[in-house]
Every structure is written in C-alpha cells, then in structure tokens.
C-alpha cells in the first residue's frame, strides 16, 4: 500500500476511534439517566425477597421509585428535544439532476474514481467554499433549506426532490447495524467557483470534498455526528424569540444539559472531523493533484472578486430595492479586469479560453438568478421572492437604474438637510446647486461641517431602519436571522458627507458636462467623462469637507466643463 494509502486509512481509523468516544458520552449520559432506576430495581426486588425489611426501608423504596420515574420522565424529554431539535441547514439552491447531468456525471466519476460513494445531490451557494452538508436528520425529512428556488429543469421554482427523469445513484452496501442505507451528505458549491473556475480546476477543487463522503458514510462517524448535531441545535433553541415563561425555563434546562454534553464531547469531535478531512485530503492525492496547486490560486482570486462585488457593486443597488440577477456573471467581469489590472495576474485571463464549469448546468441564468436572489437575502435581508419594491436589475440597466439613482437620492438628501439646518435657497436659486454646496463648506470650520454630517448620517440611519424588513424565523431557514453578515462596516458622519457631495458633484457633471453614470466592476458606481473614467474627484472633495478648502474641487470642475452654478435634477 502506497504512503497515500496509509495515511487515508490511519486518518479514517483516527476518526472512527473519536466517533466512538463521542458515542461513549452519549452512553454515560443514557447510564446516568438509568442509575437511579437500577437502584429502584435493586431496593425493590431486595424488598420482594424479603431481604430488607421495616417501614423505613419501604419509604426509601418509594422515595427512590418516585425519583427513577422523574429523571426517567425528564429523560425522555430531553432525549425526545434533543432528537427532534432542527439542525442549522445552509441556505442554498438545489440542482436536479435534471438540470445539471453533466455536474453530476462528473461529481459521480470523481466519487468513483475515488472510490467513495457519490453525495446524495448538489446545491449552489453565494459563497466562496464547498462543503458536504448532512440533511438525513429526521426534522428535515420532506423539506429543503430553501422554501423554493430550486433549480429543476428549466424551472427556478420547483423542489429538487424526487426527480422521474433523476438517474438512480449507485448502491451502496447496507449497514449491519441498522439494515438500511446511509444517506450521503450533499455536495455545496460555491457558485462563484462555478463560473470563474474551468472544468478541470472545479475537479480538482472538489476532490478533497468529495472524498469526504467515505468517512461519512461509516455507521459511527454519521452517528457521532447527528449527536453533536442535536446537541447543539437543542442549545440554541431557549434563545428562539417569541417563547412564553414556561417554554423558555423549559427549553432553558434542556440547553443546560446540551451544554454539558458538548463540553465532554467537544474535544473528540474536534478530532473525528480532524481524522475525516486528513483522510479525505490523502485520499484526494491520487486526483488532479498538480491541477489542483493551480486552482487553489483561483480560489482566493475568486474570493476577493466576489467580496468587491458583493460590497461595491451589489450593495448599491440592494439598498435601492433592486437586485443584480447576474452576481456570478459580474464576478467573472469583476475578476477578468482584476486579472487586467494586477500584473501579478497577467496569466489569469489565457485560461478563460478554456470550458467554464458553468458549461456543466443546462440552464445557467436560471441558476445565477437563483443564487443572485439568495444571496441578497443572506447579505442584505431582501424577500425571497421578487417584487415592486424589489426587482432584479440587469448589468446592462445598472448604470441608469441604480447609479444615476442614487446619485441623485443622495443629491436630494444633502440639500434636504441644508433646508434644515437654515441653508434656503433664494428666489434666484430655486433649483438645487453644487455651488450652494461648495459655498456653504468652503471656509466653515469643523463643528458646520459635523453638524451637516451628523444630520446626514441621522437621515441615513432612519431611512435604512424604516426600510428595514423582518427578517424570517429559524424555522424557514435553520438560522436565528438574517442578513447573515454585515457587508461594510458602519460609515462615519464625515464619510457619508464625503458621498453625497460626491455624488451632487457627479449629477452636475451628468447634467452640465454630458458625462455619464458608469459601472466599474472592482469599484461600483463610476463617472464617465468622455466615455474615460475618472477617479481622481477622491481628493478634491475631501479637501473641501475635511479642510474646507474648495480650491481643489473648483479646478477640478473647471478642467471637466462643470458648471456649479446650474440647477441639477433630483430624485
């Protein structure tokens, strides 16, 4: 047997030996539970055989009766919560078979090559990583992570379940111990790996995942990991909102005895999952291997790509309602001319002559949307489903429908707040200016300057609260909230002014100067000056918002063919 060999099945062998003291935990704990109905049993039949004898004997004989029958009843109850509480599912997009054959032709040729068994089906996720996801647990049974946006033939709608036109998987051995089959986990990509990786490196990439499924299919691991599944799906469940006095002590004691459970398993755990992903990466040795070193390259590449997206670009159009129903095509866009720009990444763009794994799904679009609106639930806390007040928006529409928008609400915002803070405009100027702007920061000290972007950072938090949407409960998504993670940290007074009077300048120089609002893959929303875009407004409009000096910005305007003094359009 080869090294590889030998450290496959010492990491498996690691991993089965902690998936037994995990289940050893368990086992302690179902003893303790039991103890004092043995000791019951013990003083009973002692009593029946005339043993022991006397009226104080029998009291303890009742008193230890009564006390087996409670933590026995408590037991159960535990158990049953335990047993019954939901795991956290990631949210994803199902595929059917039926709409990516050739992905699941080429996921089942790596499981068998790898000689595991294949996983049960696969889901896209908006993320940059791929994992296996356990959904065997009995509250997931009939249900899915997501309440629709499946992807089944052609129909975005559908459940991924139970496919006619699915092709069976291959058989797999039945345990001794329990008679059946173990279900596979399921296979979660990336989506972003999907369009910007080629085939090949989507292959080697998903090797050591895949692998994984062999470890899991072990009696004990799977076992072992349903336990501390349970276990901390129980922890969370007293902190579920909306529980009465009575469920929450309730809830609150089962989560108690969870914790201590996890606590004595925690280690071992640690190291079954250890044990599985050493055996997993070995195993994945024999595969790709060289492919492989070159892909891992695109998966950090293709994290930055997807982050600049996410917080330059889809941001922005989030905050509007609106949402990019490409992201995983944006990404490609956005990572080429990284590759254009960073010269430590000339080579990158020679491969995108080469088959997209994206070639692998029957109805791409279908599945970008999908992902595209998922992920602006997961990021932003938008609806699930399209609406009027929230609507998908096309990179082609981008430049009209969300930045010259917002440009313009932001326009409209920092003249509002100058009507507040007593800046009115004259009869000769009843139309807003970039003049009355630049008038009113030029020369002012530092407190007109912080009272103007305090009162904007004010309007900006109370619009963003008011638009706010609930967020839906852990039962719809086996997560306590949403959005998931904060995509920017929160902007200070002064950036936010910094913004707006960026973004009066740019509506000025739309309607005096003949630019045009533009979309800028690594950096969002840009102004096209002669169809060149410009990035050097950062400094003149900080000189005149952090100094007050509005010298800068006037020369900067003169060059351009801005005219301050002209009435610009607002929201």
């Known amino acids: 047997m080869s090294d590889t060999g030998m450290g496959a099945e010492a990491g498996a062998q690691h991993a089965r030996s902690r998936a037994l003291a995990v289940l050893r935990v368990r086992s302690r704990a179902l003893a303790v539970a039991l103890l004092p109905t043995a000791a019951a049993v013990v003083l009973t039949v002692a009593a029946a055989q005339g043993r022991i004898e006397g009226s104080g004997w029998d009291a303890v004989c009742w008193a230890v009766t009564a006390a087996a029958l409670l933590v026995l009843l408590l037991a159960a109850a535990v158990g049953a919560v335990i047993v019954r509480a939901r795991p956290a599912l990631s949210p994803t997009v199902d595929l059917a078979e039926s709409s990516a054959p050739d992905l699941y032709r080429l996921v089942r040729d790596l499981a068998e090559r790898l000689d595991v068994p294949p996983p049960s089906a696969i889901a896209l996720t908006p993320d940059c990583d791929s994992w296996l996801e356990d959904r065997t ?45 173990p279900v596979a986990p399921v296979l979660v990509i990336g989506s972003p790996f999907m369009w910007w990786m080629r085939v090949g490196e989507l292959r080697a990439i998903l090797a050591p995942v895949v692998a994984g499924t062999g470890p899991s299919a072990h009696p004990d691991i799977a076992a072992a990991r349903r336990f501390v599944r349970g276990l901390d799906a129980a922890v969370g469940l007293a902190a579920r909102p909306g ?6 002590l309730a809830l609150g004691f089962v989560a108690a005895i969870a914790r201590v459970l996890l606590r004595g398993c925690r280690v071992h755990a640690a190291e079954m999952e250890r044990g599985v992903a050493v055996a997993a990466s070995e195993r994945a040795q024999t595969v790709d291997y060289g492919v492989r070193i ?20 889809a941001l922005p159009a989030w905050r509007m309602g609106r949402w990019p129903a490409r992201l995983d095509a944006g990404v490609v866009s956005a990572l080429t001319e990284l590759s254009r720009r960073d010269r430590l990444a000339e080579g990158y763009t020679s491969r995108l002559g080469e088959r997209p794994a994206c070639d692998l799904l029957e109805e791409p679009g279908a599945a970008d949307e999908a992902t595209s609106l998922l992920a602006a639930r997961l990021f932003h806390g938008g609806p699930a489903e399209p609406g009027p007040d929230w609507a998908p928006v096309d990179w082609a529409a981008y430049p009209e429908e969300v930045v010259d928008r917002k440009w313009r609400s932001e326009a409209a915002r920092l003249h509002r707040v100058l009507d507040t803070l007593g800046e009115r405009r004259d009869a000769e100027s009843a139309a807003p200016t970039l003049a009355r702007v630049i008038d009113h920061l030029a020369g002012a000290d530092g407190e007109a300057a912080d009272r103007l972007a305090a009162r904007i950072a004010a309007e900006v938090a109370g619009e963003e609260a008011a638009s706010a949407r609930p ?13 998931l993670l904060p995509l920017q940290p929160p902007r200070t007074g002064r950036e936010l002014l910094a913004d707006h009077v960026t973004a009066m300048v740019c509506c000025a120089a739309i309607d005096t100067a003949g630019a045009l609002p533009g979309l800028d893959w690594l950096d969002g929303p840009s102004l096209l000056i002669d169809e060149v875009r410009r990035s050097d407004l950062v400094s003149p409009v900080l000189a005149l918002v952090e100094e007050g000096d509005p010298d800068e910005l006037r020369d900067w305007l003169s060059s351009v063919g801005i005219r301050p003094e002209k009435p610009v359009r607002l929201v």
């Open 137 to 181: 647990h009995p509250a997931h049974a009939g249900r899915g992570p997501m309440p629709a946006r499946s992807i089944r033939g052609g129909d975005a709608g559908a459940d991924a379940g139970g496919d006619a036109g699915t092709a069976p998987a291959p058989r797999t051995p039945r345990t001794p111990r329990t008679g059946r089959a």
């Open 243 to 248: 529980l009465d006095p009575v469920r929450r």
């Open 294 to 313: 070159v892909a891992q390259e695109q998966v950090g590449l293709a994290y930055a790509g997807w982050d600049r997206l996410l917080t330059r670009v």
């Open 471 to 483: 967020a839906p409960g852990p039962e719809a998504w086996g997560v306590d909230a949403v959005p």
